[in-house]
């Protein structure tokens, strides 16, 4: 009796060809994906070195593609400026609550951002930044009266609040850029008593404006007319009978000599001048 022979069963081994193939493919793509690495402009990065001594803080990855062991990370951080906004409920000098609107830019010192994520970590604003500016900026508040806030410092507390934070951020590996207060909000009774008092001051100004004003004119008027009471005073002491009698004498001549015709009658007037009548 003849046996009959067993073919190979090639399509079973060929599915497990293609189900290694896919496991390999799979593998792949997660290794490239950890191994090929894209930083975009504005970030740079910090490499991560599992088997190696761990975070390496000093050497910084600039923008570009970068090749990178499977098993290590890139760790990127945004080091452009950034800018965060923030409404606070502070007491003022004598107590009275304030809202203030308050934004703040920043940014990471770009070649300490190993050591600011060995000691922070990526969420440095929410632990570092955000409790530095209001605890400045309550403190540098309660130094001031509300009006001096709603009129003429406010400046000044922002550059006061600027220099409180900088320093201790800048410990932390963070520059403060600028800090800006865009609004003040008060008590509605303490507004509308500030503006009153504002309004009564420009008053006041303009009316010392005016009472210095006319003050220099009276001044201007008093000195012109002593001006010509003196130059009077000198031109009456310097005139003569004889040189007033002189003058007359010329002048009648002058007449005399027109083309129009007149009676000059000698000795005929005041201090013995000349007389003309028109004829």
């Known amino acids: 009796m003849t046996r009959r022979r067993e073919l190979p069963n090639f399509t079973a081994g060929f599915g497990k060809y293609i ?43 600039d923008q570009g593609f970068h090749v990178v062991a499977p098993w290590n990370k890139l760790i990127i951080y945004d080091i452009r400026i950034d800018e965060k906004f923030d409404d606070m409920d502070v007491l003022s000098k004598n107590g009275l609550p ?5 934004s703040y830019r920043y940014k ?10 060995d000691e922070i970590g990526m969420e440095y604003v929410k632990r570092i930044v955000e409790p530095e500016i209001k ?16 009129s003429t410092k406010r400046e000044a507390i922002e ?13 932390k590996y ?18 509308e008593a500030i503006e009153k008092k504002l309004q009564e001051e420009q008053l006041a100004f303009q009316y010392e404006f005016r009472l210095d004003k006319e003050r220099k004119e009276a001044e201007r008027k008093i ?18 009978d004889k040189i007033l009698q002189d003058k007359g004498i010329e002048a009648t001549l002058e007449l005399a000599q027109s083309p129009n015709s007149k009676v000059v009658i ?14």
């Open 98 to 102: 304030i809202t203030i609107s308050l």
């Open 223 to 240: 000195i012109e007319a002593q001006a010509k009471a003196d130059a009077n005073k000198i031109l009456n002491a310097s005139l003569t």
């Open 135 to 150: 605890s400045a900026t309550r403190e540098v508040i309660g130094k001031y009266l509300p009006e001096e806030l709603y």
């Open 174 to 191: 963070l520059v403060l850029d600028d800090v800006l207060i865009s609004s003040v909000t008060l008590p509605k009774t303490l507004e």
């Open 159 to 171: 550059d006061e609040i600027h220099a409180r934070c900088s320093e201790s951020l800048e410990k």
């Open 19 to 61: 189900f290694y193939f896919f496991i390999l493919f799979i593998i792949f793509i997660i290794v490239s994906s950890n191994m090929f690495v894209t930083i975009q402009p504005g970030h740079q990065a910090i490499m991560f070195k599992q088997f190696s001594g761990g975070l390496d803080k000093e050497r910084i990855y």
């Open 266 to 279: 000698v000795g005929g007037g005041g201090e013995g001048l000349p007389l003309i009548l028109n004829n």
């Open 108 to 117: 990471v010192q770009s070649k300490d951002i190993g050591h600011l994520h």
